[in-house]
């Protein structure tokens, strides 16, 4: 099934690597025009300039924006309205997950990941909200973990937050159904994205390779499909979420975690 997105414009933020990155290549392809943001300037410019090259055609929009910051939040959502004169799929994917346990995690710590899962959803729904209103496709989709569901011990106050995050996504999904605007989220396990590059390159034993650190990551984990997912896997499940592929659903995850998933449904 091929999807004509041409009109349409598509918001992703945290859209300058990893599975952000990949979402707005699949929306540029499919048509859409791309907002994207990172709060690294040169970062978000430097993407921006591949982009064009890669998709010489299509129209993007790259912003330096902290998703934590509500000015810099509603800048970029005016940005957008001025540039493309509306928003129809939002992207919530901005953020990153703490390596912590409840010994070693600080209140000050807690606070941060709670203000991270919590405001990187609540700021830009609220800011493009008027936009997404207007559209007759509306959709929001946000980048969660299957830690919401299965916590893990060394990542708990991520899992906690990702909890809570999932519920008011689920909130968010039934007080916007009756404007029209579907909310969903992806539940991700492992995915080979900048994340987990970081780690490996932090590794002190440099006979690793990349794709042993990621096998062993997920022979760890007990992936049942044996490897961790591509950015590009979590994408497509974005793509499908917020485009009208998906337009009886609302308030519903996809799983994209090979497997991990101990629930039943
Ligand atoms: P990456 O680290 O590869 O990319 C993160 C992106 O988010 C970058 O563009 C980064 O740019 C941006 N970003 C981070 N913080 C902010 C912020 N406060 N405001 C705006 N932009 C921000 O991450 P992944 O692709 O791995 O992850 C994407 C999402 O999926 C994240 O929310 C992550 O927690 C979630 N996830 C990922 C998993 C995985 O295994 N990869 C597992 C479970 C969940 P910059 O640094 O310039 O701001």
């Not at 690294?40 to 921006?48: G, L, Y």
């Not at 807690?110 to 959803?121: C, D, G, I, N």
């Amino acid at each position: 099934m091929k999807i004509d997105l041409s009109g349409r414009v598509t918001v992703v933020t945290g859209g300058t690597a990893g599975i952000g990155l990949a979402a707005v290549r699949l929306f540029l392809e499919a048509g859409a025009a791309v907002a994207f943001c990172g709060r690294d300037k040169d970062k978000s410019a430097d993407v921006a300039e591949v982009l064009r090259t890669d998709y010489p055609r299509a129209k993007i929009l790259a912003e330096a924006c902290d998703v934590l910051d509500k000015s810099n939040v509603k800048a970029f959502a005016s940005a957008v309205k001025t540039t493309f004169g509306g928003t129809d799929m939002l992207v919530l994917n901005a953020g990153q997950a703490r390596l912590s346990t409840f010994d070693d995690t600080s209140d000050a710590a807690w606070r941060e990941e709670l203000e991270l899962k919590y405001f990187s959803v609540l700021n830009p729904a609220h800011a493009f909200l008027p936009q997404l209103e207007m559209s007759d496709t509306a959709a929001i989709v946000c980048s969660s973990s299957l830690l919401g569901r299965q916590p893990e011990p060394h990542l708990v106050a991520t899992s906690s937050a990702r909890a809570g995050q999932l519920s008011l996504v689920h909130g968010m999904a039934h007080e916007l159904a009756p404007k029209g605007i579907r909310v969903n989220s992806i539940l991700i396990g492992q995915v080979a994205s900048t994340q987990w590059r970081r780690r490996f390159d932090a590794l002190e034993d440099k006979s690793v390779t990349w794709e042993i650190y990621t096998k062993s990551i997920a022979d760890r984990a007990g992936v049942p499909l044996g490897r961790i997912g591509t950015p590009e896997e979590a994408a497509s499940a974005i793509f499908f979420l917020a485009t009208p592929m998906s337009s009886f659903t609302t308030g519903s995850t996809v799983d994209v975690s090979g497997g991990l998933s101990r629930h039943v449904g």
